[in-house]
Nanobody, 133 residues
Framework: QVQVAESGGGSVQAGGSLRLSCQASGYTYSNYCMGWFRQTPGKEREGVAAIYTSGGGSTYYADSVKGRFTISQDNAKNTLYLQMNSLKSEDTAMYYC?????????????????????????RGQGTLVTVSS
């Protein structure tokens, strides 16, 4: 049974930092990525960051967060992290973590493909990040 629990969200001022955590278990994929996406009411999901968990830990980021966010994982704790620095008001959203089967040519593509991302099964409740300017 897949279980996902995100935490670490909160309210911060622009320029501040937060670290999100995700404990996930039960996925049975043998070749997969873990990642974060975000969503605000009335808008489509946006892939934020992903890590090729079963493929050496390569990381991938949306252009909007490159240089500010860092994704990492602690396999011993089955925990995924998202360190978010230099937060902006446009980062305000509900953040979710998920796993996806890796693509051979572009492993974490599901997190940055419109169709695949919106079909992704979000098992957790998400964690809310609010950035005030």
């Amino acid at each position: 049974q897949v279980q996902v629990a995100e935490s670490g969200g909160g309210s911060v001022q622009a320029g501040g930092s937060l670290r999100l955590s995700c404990q996930a278990s039960g996925y049975t994929y043998s070749n997969y990525c873990m990642g974060w996406f975000r969503q605000t009411p009335g808008k489509e999901r946006e892939g934020v960051a992903a890590i090729y968990t079963s493929g050496g830990g390569s990381t991938y980021y949306a252009d909007s967060v490159k240089g500010r966010f860092t994704i990492s994982q602690d396999n011993a704790k089955n925990t995924l992290y998202l360190q978010m620095n230099s937060l902006k008001s446009e980062d305000t959203a509900m953040y979710y973590c998920a796993a996806a089967v890796a693509y051979w040519s572009d492993p974490c593509n599901p997190f940055f493909s419109y169709a695949l991302l919106n079909a992704m099964d979000a098992r957790g409740q998400g964690t809310l990040v609010t950035v005030s300017s």
